[in-house]
């Protein structure tokens, strides 16, 4: 049964990249990526301020991958995706936890750090 609901899994984020992204290839599964992307937010707690939020779980897969591979650290990007749980396994194979992944479906090259235009360029790529 669908309802009106069902398309609700929907994540936009934008920031800079913490380092260039990582290929990974595992044997028997298509190629993918990982990234880590963090955003300009500042917030005072108490006395003190802190800044920077970071999202450690950014998984790019299929015609995505050859997209990312010009990407650097410190490049400005807006990613469109959706959230995927993952059970995490020790090295017995019993259940640890779970870890949230946001897989990119969309990514918005918005200006690479190195180029400084008043403008910002945007390059768009779809997963398909």
């Excluded at 992307?37 to 301020?49: D, F, I, R, V, Y």
């Excluded at 970071?54 to 997209?67: E, I, T």
């Excluded at 010009?70 to 993952?86: A, F, M, P």
């Amino acid at each position: 049964m669908s309802t009106k609901y069902d398309d609700l899994n929907k994540v936009i984020l934008s920031g800079n990249l913490v380092d260039k992204p990582q290929e990974i290839e595992v044997e028997g599964r298509p190629k993918f990526a990982k990234a880590s992307l963090a955003s300009n937010k500042s917030w005072k707690k108490g006395e003190e301020w802190h800044s920077s939020v970071v999202f450690n779980a950014l998984v790019f897969n299929n015609g995505l991958v050859g997209s990312i591979s010009t990407l650097e650290k410190g490049d400005k990007i807006s990613i469109v995706g959706e959230t995927k749980n993952r059970a995490l396994k020790d090295e017995q194979g019993d259940k640890k936890g779970y870890a949230v992944e946001i897989r990119v479906l969309e990514l918005h090259i918005l200006r690479p750090k190195k180029e400084a235009k008043t403008e910002p360029e945007t390059e768009g790529v779809t997963a398909e």
